[in-house]
């Protein structure tokens, strides 16, 4: 179903509850779980920690990948450039 799942991981309760809906996705399909910190902040980190936690309960051992530029500009340039990701033949890169 799924080989990878990222989850960009902000500080707040609805990250919490959208990665249990994740580590359930990446369980179910033996896929690869990704963690991308939004920021450096306090609330950031901590919800790393639970969804770490969350994550080794069931048997999973997530990644955290760093974007060293502005994340939403990375991934808004992914969503509209569609069409000329599919003329090049290739996706942008994102730096991790």
Request: charged content about 30%; aromatic content about 12%; cysteine-free.
């Amino acid at each position: 179903m799924f080989k990878r799942i990222f989850l960009i991981v902000d500080a707040g309760l609805e990250v919490r509850i959208v990665s249990m809906y994740a580590t359930l996705f990446s369980k179910s399909s033996k896929a690869s779980f990704f963690l991308v910190p939004y920021t450096n902040s306090k609330g950031v980190l901590e919800n790393i920690d639970f969804i770490k936690k969350i994550a080794k309960e069931e048997g999973l051992v997530p990644e955290i990948l760093d974007i060293k530029d502005d994340i939403l500009y990375d991934l808004n340039k992914i969503i509209r450039d569609k069409d000329s990701i599919k003329k090049a033949g290739k996706w942008p890169i994102l730096h991790w």
